[in-house]
């Protein structure tokens, strides 16, 4: 089974601090998104990866930068949270041949800044 | 630009009730790929199903089916005899047939949340 973890489910931040959210998978996927999800918004994608550093914007990428240095990781980097970024954050993978397959999700982090 | 409608944002029902979840979509493109997730209060998404525009079969998966028209652009999503496991946020989801390599958008609907009483 593809297993998709996430470093926190639960995460309290100040206004202003550098947050990193962790997302690793164990089934040598090429492709990682990072989304957050909002009430009445869906999700939403904030950067993808297709690659071992390379990295492309998704729909709301402003106050967000990625890190992908190894295959299976993928962290998300808030540099200056602010407020209007608390939110539930999920990452999910996907193999890049074929498809488009479908995604396969972590458990999500659900942080909040104060 | 690619939309996926999901207008029904909270659904309640009795147990063994069944239900239809709305998915309608928009986008140009002639190749797109439809699929549905479940958030269980958990909070980790399940795939469900993957629907390609020119496969409009309906599919049956034990109390799950859905209906694919692509006439009204509608992928919709029942369960018939519901349970109280049921009960999550189901979105629906579009993807677009990308040339670029590993690029795989999926646009998802805003999600509908099903509550299945006892």
């Known amino acids: 089974d593809v297993k998709v973890t996430q470093s926190s489910r639960y995460l309290v931040k100040r206004t202003g601090e550098k947050v990193f959210l962790e997302c690793v998978q164990d089934m040598d996927h090429e492709n990682m998104f990072w989304y957050r999800q909002d009430p009445g918004l869906g999700l939403r994608l904030i950067y993808f990866?297709?690659?071992?550093?390379?990295?492309e914007k998704g729909d709301i990428p402003e106050g967000y930068s990625v890190s992908r240095e190894k295959k299976e990781r993928f962290s998300l980097i808030l540099e200056s949270a602010s407020t209007n970024q608390t939110s539930m954050y999920l990452c999910?993978?996907?193999?890049?041949?074929?498809?488009?397959?479908?995604?396969?999700f972590g458990p999500g982090t659900r942080l909040t800044v104060t | 630009a690619q939309k996926v409608t999901q207008a029904q944002t909270e659904i309640s029902v009795v147990e063994k009730e069944d239900v239809t979840l709305d998915c309608v979509y928009e986008?140009?493109?002639?190749?797109?790929?439809l699929f549905w997730y479940k958030q269980p209060p958990s909070g980790e998404l399940v795939f469900l199903i993957r629907?390609?525009?020119?496969?409009?079969q309906n599919e049956i998966s034990g109390r799950y089916s859905w209906n694919f028209q692509k006439s009204t652009s509608s992928f919709n999503f029942t369960i018939t005899a519901s349970q109280v496991v049921d009960s999550a946020v189901y979105f629906c989801a579009l993807s677009l047939d990308q040339s670029r390599p590993g690029f795989q958008k999926l646009v998802f609907g805003t999600g509908t949340r099903l509550l299945v009483s006892p």
């Open positions: 986008t140009r493109d002639t190749t797109y790929y």
């Open positions: 990866s297709y690659d071992v550093k390379m990295k």
């Open positions: 999910a993978s996907t193999p890049r041949e074929g498809g488009p397959y479908e995604q396969y």
């Open positions: 629907r390609n525009s020119f496969d409009e």
